[in-house]
């Protein structure tokens, strides 16, 4: 049986496309950039 670290080391991890960060995975799973960066914009 794989340990959960393996499972999660072959799901394909969400990049943010701005600064490259890890992005959670959410019900908004369209997105591609992380919070940080979507509040950067919306200001
Ligand atoms: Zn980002």
């Known amino acids: 049986m794989m340990s959960p670290l393996e499972f999660f080391k072959n799901l394909p991890k969400k990049m943010c496309a701005e600064c490259g960060d890890h992005i959670d995975e959410q019900a908004e799973s369209y997105l591609i950039e992380c ?6 914009k919306e200001e």
């Open 35 to 40: 919070d940080r960066c979507l509040s950067k």
